[in-house]
């Protein structure tokens, strides 16, 4: 039975947890801002950023979702992405067993066990996956299976261990090792893996969908997040980035999500895209799906900054939720814990603050709540109802870097860069801005060298692109030179995305020599290092507009400063005009060659 979402938003609201960052939830169930100015030491929301610290190692964005409670119910292994590493934890001796250092590089993510004990750990850095004895520390196999594997999931009915790639494939291999027995392409931007009787689900991480997949790999069925419930209750938001889902007890998928406005927003007024009583930027959501694709319950959870992790405890009645994005605003808490199926008199309860940041939560089988801090590195026994924590210490390397906790933290909109931006790349959303529909811009490999920036191209540098974002729209504290330069550091670091597997070579060279040809034109604006030119430009597409950077063109769409190319074909057909380039003449053929090229960048 389908429950309301309206109880838990209310009960959240006037509770103890993110009271500061909600303010009071009005009958319509939206949030509304605090009153109080963005002044240091003036506002909750004045971050307590560390000193403008530049980590030797550049941390990674952050992905969540790296922790795993084994079978035993109390030996956990977590990922470290940050320091590659893997720990192998006893929770109930409170004591690190082993810790196994990875490749430099690796980012290990997503972490799945097998029905003989064995933890396989998704390289998300390395495009492998690590299979690892627990109970020895020992690396048992490593394999190479795509570009960009996410998620990991074992199926018991073939023991086998399936890894979804954000490139679009599908990998199946035997869990005591070997080479891969099936590879499918689905679809791009996959996320999360759950296995239920042998049926193949995934995600998708931007698009918030859940995909069931045929016994050849098709989509069977496909069921979205957004409930016709939800949108009466806090307005037209549209379920976007599906940062975890998982599988409950129930044997129901659980997707923690943000919800993203789809009204127009002011960029002129005061308080912060125009956010009030009647209008709101994005929230954070929780919705439980059954098999068949409907909606059992969902609920708003508003200020929960970079929902990255969730976990169901073992009677399937309490959510706990990773929320990262307020690490470093005073009194906020980056974990959660909720009621699943929000009803009438249910609500969040309270959970100690945490010196760290939350990036991934679970249940031991004792039902003890479990969070991973990424800086410290640590393993967290928390206690909702208390007043302290348990801690279990990790690493004593250091990864803090002033640019990546920016990046990552909320401001007084109860929105981070990474809100928008997540994993450093982009949310897929087209925003109304004042009724000028501009898509969000990644941020992967396309930063160092383009400016200026923003798709009217009005904004000249980095600083002054950190002035109008940061402080002005999204009601960010006013951040000193030196961070500035620490954000702007880490931000054109971000690497740029790879390529899938699946692009026919033949097809990608011909699509090559037809984007420089003379025929097409393409390369009069898209040259130079980052295939841009840099210039603003008019091309008949409703205004001048700033050539974007091609790098991982393939990764972003719907495409276009107003995302009227939902897929890079459409750009030549549906979306191009006469001038933009000289497309209007090429054969299909020739289209989908350009499209091959185009996937490769």
């Known amino acids: 039975m389908r429950e309301s979402s309206i109880a838990a938003v209310g009960a959240l609201a006037a509770g103890v947890v993110l009271s500061a960052a909600c303010g009071s939830l009005p009958e319509s169930g939206r949030a509304t801002p605090s009153t109080a100015g963005v002044d ?34 109390h030996t956990v292994v977590a990922a470290d992405p940050d320091r ?20 430099a590089g690796d980012e290990p993510g997503r972490v799945a066990e097998d029905g003989a004990g064995r933890a396989h750990v998704a390289l998300r850095g390395a495009g492998a996956l690590v299979t690892l004895d627990p109970a020895t520390g020992a690396m048992l196999a490593r394999r190479a299976v795509c570009p960009a594997p996410r998620g990991v999931a ?31 392409t689905v679809e791009r931007d996959l996320r999360d893996v759950l296995i239920r009787k042998g049926v193949v689900s995934v995600t ?38 599906a940062w975890r889902a998982i599988v409950d007890p129930a044997g129901d998928t659980v997707v923690v999500h943000q919800l993203q406005s789809a009204v127009a927003i002011p960029t002129t007024e005061p308080a912060y895209y125009g956010v009030s009583e009647t209008s709101a930027t994005l929230y954070s959501g929780v919705t439980v799906l059954a098999p068949d694709g409907s909606i059992v319950s ?14 169901i405890s073992p009677d399937g009645e309490r959510a706990l939720l990773a929320s990262p994005g307020s690490a470093f605003v005073p009194d906020l808490r980056t ?51 208390s007043t302290e924590n348990v801690s279990i210490p990790l690493s004593s390397v250091s990864r803090d870097d002033a640019g990546h906790d920016v990046f990552h ?68 504290v006013k951040l000193p030179p030196e961070t500035v330069s620490a954000l702007q550091g880490w931000v054109e670091g971000i ?50 507009f700033q050539v974007p950077p091609l790098v991982g063109v393939g990764w972003r769409t719907p495409l276009l400063h107003d995302g009227c190319a939902a897929t890079l074909e459409d750009r030549f057909t549906t979306c191009a005009t006469p001038q933009h380039g000289a497309t209007s003449a090429l054969s299909p053929a020739n289209v989908t060659d350009l499209v091959s090229y185009l996937q490769t960048l």
């Open 40 to 73: 240091a030491g003036a506002s909750p929301f004045a971050p307590a950023f560390p000193t403008a610290l530049i980590a030797a190692v550049p941390p990674p964005p952050i992905s969540g979702g790296t922790m795993l409670v084994l079978h035993d119910g």
């Open 84 to 103: 590659d590493l893997v720990y192998v934890v006893d929770v109930a001796a409170r004591r690190l067993l082993r810790t196994v250092t990875l490749q």
């Open 154 to 184: 074992w199926d018991e009915t073939t023991d086998t261990v399936v890894v979804a790639c954000a490139t679009g494939e599908l990998i199946t291999l035997p869990s005591a090792g070997g080479l891969p027995t099936r590879t499918v």
């Open 204 to 241: 998708t991480f931007r698009a918030s969908e859940v995909l069931t997949l045929a016994a050849d790999g098709s989509v069977a069925q496909r069921s979205g997040v957004k409930d016709p419930q939800t949108t009466a209750e806090i307005g037209d938001f549209e379920p976007q980035v």
């Open 298 to 311: 969902d609920q708003v959870v508003p200020g929960a900054v970079l929902p990255v992790d969730v976990a």
């Open 335 to 385: 974990v959660l814990d909720l009621p699943l199926h929000p009803a009438v008199g249910t609500g969040a309860i309270f959970v100690p603050p945490l010196p760290g940041t939350a990036i991934a939560v679970a249940f031991d089988a004792a039902g003890e709540a479990l969070a991973q801090t990424r800086e410290p590195a640590a393993l967290w026994l928390v206690y909702p109802g």
């Open 409 to 476: 933290t909320q401001t007084h909109d109860s929105i981070a860069c990474a809100s928008c931006h997540p994993e450093g790349g982009d949310d897929g959303h087209v925003w109304n801005f004042g009724g000028a529909l501009r898509r969000t811009s990644s941020l992967r490999g396309t930063i160092a060298g383009t400016a200026p920036y923003h798709w009217p191209g009005d904004v000249p540098d980095f600083p002054a692109l950190v002035n109008v974002v940061y402080t002005e729209r999204m009601g960010g």
């Open 495 to 544: 690497p740029a995305p790879p390529s899938p597997s699946w692009v026919e070579a033949s097809s990608a060279a011909r699509g090559q020599r037809l984007f420089a040809s003379a025929v097409t034109g393409c390369t009069t604006c898209h040259t130079g290092p980052k295939l841009t030119d840099n210039v603003t430009v008019d091309v008949g597409t409703g205004g001048a």
